[in-house]
């Protein structure tokens, strides 16, 4: 693994300790269904910069303890607003874990219209269309071109996917996929769901013609190989009683991208991601307050 550092802009307008408090409270929702999800197999992490990060860090260290595969990558909402056929340059799933069999893959990410409601603008994060389309692609190189043998599972037309085919960002991470996996077969494509800690149905925008607008989150831990995209913010109402007493209403995705900031920073290296530094009490140490430190691997 390469070395890389990214900092996470955090929004200053309200009681910081209180949004860390709940950031934590979705990472726990989050690393519950991470644990239910590896009982039926190996599961890759994904944080999609900047906001996935900020999701999972008040579990980092557990997920270092677990032995959780950690990649960073990248689709931005703003490329991926309005452009159903976006892919990005640094999209990306760990093919390596391939190597082996077909783990599932969680993506996280995470959005301010995330309110609860039945509003249009609740919905799932932009950047899940990038992975949608970076998934067609995956499942172009394990059915050789077979969209039948995967696209109901994925929600997705065939007019989709024959435009998608056509782009320039389909055929570089079509060729980066070939060649990261060679002369591989697998036994299924993948599947693609969504969740979120919260249980809501969101919107889909950007999913392609003659697909849903809106999806539920999954319920039933999947059997066959999937792609889970995450949405990890919950709306103030789906909090406890008992947190939104102690800590005040929530703002949803209140560490989201903005230019009026405080910085944590993070690093990645051989043995996972960590964040090594910020202003005040860090997610981390929040979180161990309410659920207390992860028990150390024994060798």
């Known amino acids: 693994m390469v070395f890389l550092a990214t900092k996470i802009l955090l929004l200053t307008g309200v009681n910081m300790d209180t949004e860390i408090g709940y950031l934590c409270v979705e990472a726990h929702e989050c690393y519950g269904f991470l644990k239910k999800l590896r009982a039926k197999g190996e599961v890759g992490i994904v944080p999609n910069l900047s906001y996935g990060l900020m999701a999972v860090s008040p579990i980092l260290p557990r997920l270092r303890n677990d032995q959780y595969p950690i990649y960073l990558s990248k689709v931005g909402s703003s490329e991926a607003h309005n452009d159903p056929l976006v892919m990005g340059t640094q999209a990306s799933l760990p093919l390596d874990l391939l190597g082996t069999g077909q783990p599932h893959f969680v993506v996280f990410d995470g959005t301010r219209n995330t309110g609860g409601s039945s509003r249009d603008n609740d919905k799932y994060p932009d950047s899940q269309q990038g992975y949608l389309n970076y998934a067609i692609a995956l499942n172009d190189f394990i059915t050789s071109n077979n969209a039948e043998a995967y696209r109901k599972m994925m929600g997705v037309s065939t007019s989709h996917i024959q435009r998608l085919r056509g782009t320039t960002q389909y055929r570089m991470h079509r060729t980066q996929i070939e060649q990261g996996l060679g002369v591989r077969t697998f036994e299924s494509p993948y599947s693609f769901k969504y969740w979120n800690p919260a249980d809501l149905t969101l919107a889909l925008l950007n999913h392609g013609d003659g697909c849903d607008r809106s999806t539920s989150s999954l319920r039933d831990i999947p059997e066959r190989p999937t792609i889970v995209f995450v949405n990890s913010v919950m709306p103030s109402n789906y909090h406890s009683r008992e947190h939104r007493a102690q800590w005040g209403e929530h703002a949803p995705a ?46």
């Open 254 to 299: 209140y560490f989201d991208d903005n230019n009026r900031a405080k910085e944590f920073q993070f690093s990645f290296d051989s043995c996972g991601v960590y964040l090594t530094s910020g202003l005040g009490k860090s997610p981390v140490d929040v979180y161990e307050e309410l659920y207390g430190k992860a028990e150390v691997a024994k060798s």
